[in-house]
C-alpha cells in the first residue's frame, strides 16, 4: 500500500484546483502505522478496516493536515 501511495503522489499533477494531501503520511512512517491514538486502544482504534478511518481519526487527520488544506495558513 505505501509502495502505491509514493507512486500516486509522484504521479499526480496539482494545479490551482487540486492537490494531492498524503494521508499516509499522517499516520504512517518507516516505524510503521498508527493503529490507534491517546491511552486507549479501543476508543483510539484509527481504522475500521483496510481503508476508512474511524471518527477519531478522521478527526486527528483534519486537524493534522485537512484544516490547514482546506482554509489556508
Not at 479501543?42 to 484544516?67: C, E, F, M, N
Amino acid at each position: 500500500m505505501l509502495d502505491k501511495n509514493r507512486e500516486l503522489a509522484s504521479n499526480f499533477r496539482p494545479d490551482d484546483v487540486q492537490q494531492f494531501v498524503n494521508v499516509m503520511d499522517v499516520f504512517c512512517n518507516s516505524d510503521g502505522c498508527l493503529t490507534y491514538l491517546g491511552d486507549d486502544i479501543k476508543q483510539g482504534v484509527t481504522t475500521w478496516d483496510y481503508g476508512h478511518l474511524t471518527p477519531v481519526a478522521s478527526d486527528y487527520l483534519a486537524r493534522q493536515i485537512l484544516i490547514d488544506k482546506i482554509v489556508g495558513n
